[in-house]
């Protein structure tokens, strides 16, 4: 498998999981442009260093995947005239206001099950996040001049189904998309561990047993790109017959999105 380019992540104070989308070469020859579409964890805690960061990047739009609970427990910290946009169709989080610490505390974490996050996923790519979905591929066709972030809580799961939507739709190899998926293990992950270590000696809970909980799973995205190809034929089909996307717009994404040798 191709390993993802380091060098796209973002490194901030407050936000662990911030990248660049760009870099990834595509099937016909190109490559997505860099400094225009960015994922992202929660963007909450970010210093003030932090938000001239994110300023310099020129961001203009944010997309918020989490549910109206997480929003409200975790705030976003944006630079002044951002345009956001918020997640209207409804959490599926039972819980969502719960964390990991109080999970933990409590130990009442469930077990890893990849065919439960295997049909989370699924839910997420054909009915929970699709209005959602089709606002990020609509948005990133004018990233070029607006740059956009979309994130979620840890920046792992609902912005990395969104994040293999865009890729697989302008033309990324799913190697590559699976590669940027699995970033978020030393960019999320790790670090979130080693932030928890004292947490978890505190309750007798190995790092172990939560591991499953933070790290991202490349089968279970595999599975999904599969079944992408296997229902649709592919993400632009999908994103026209899923989404409703106009049949144009995948086209516009890529003549935006992707560079070619000189062009």
Known sequence: MPRADDSRHIRLEGCLNLRDLGGYPTRDGGEVRTGCVYRSSDLCALTDGDVETVTSLGIAVVVDLRGH?????????????????????????????RTLEDRIASRSFPDRDDDLLTASYLGHLEEHLTSELRTILELAVDSPRRPLVFHCAAGKDRTGIAAAVLLGVLGVGDDDIVADYELSTSHWAVPRLAALARHLDRHGVTADEVRHLVEPRTEVLRRVIDHVHGRWGGFESYAVECLGLRPSLPRRLRSALVAHTGG
Request: charged share 30%.
């Open 69 to 97: 609970h997480e929003r409200l427990a975790r705030p976003n910290r944006l630079p002044h005239g951002v345009e956001v946009h918020e997640r209207t169709s409804p959490s599926t989080r039972t819980d969502p206001a």
